[in-house]
């Protein structure tokens, strides 16, 4: 047998992979993002009621036209902080064939100023995204009362 040939066979001790994506929202019906208001607004309308208890981590995922494909909860923490794992928000948009990603995450503490963290998350996400034609349009920090946008702020 060649070194550079591979046979592949059917093994219960290997794990089938499947990527599977469903929508029964028709295209000319889904949520075009013009705005960081626009998106905050659709965040709003999916985030839970724990905006002022926990830090909590969610995406928007984005086709080409900037539409809303759907929105997933990355992690849900403290209320000082949330754990993310940029492999996660990656993998969830490829299984939604995203062409770009809005990232959010809540201050239960009212706090709008984004901490050293949150900039490190951006970049790693922007950075990430670029290798897999993912945009990172923008990063969202919610509060209660108000939002932070770093692409508003000129920091995407």
Known sequence: MNKNTYIIT????LAEVQVSYSTKIKAQDRKKITSSKESVDVLRSVWSDKIEYIEEVLILLLNRQNQVLG????????????????KVIFQIALNANASAIILS???????LKPSEADNQ?????????????IL???HVIITEDSYY????????
């Not at 995450?105 to 706090?111: E, L």
């Not at 996400?125 to 034609?133: A, P, R």
């Open 105 to 111: 995450h809540n201050h239960p503490s009212g706090n």
């Open 10 to 13: 059917k093994s219960d001790q």
């Open 149 to 156: 946008s770093y692409a508003d702020e000129g920091q995407i």
């Open 71 to 86: 929105w997933c909860k990355i992690s849900s923490g403290g209320t000082s902080s949330s754990v993310v794992d940029p």
């Open 136 to 138: 990172l349009l923008d």
């Open 121 to 133: 998350l951006t970049k790693r996400i922007k950075e990430g995204g670029k290798i897999l034609e």
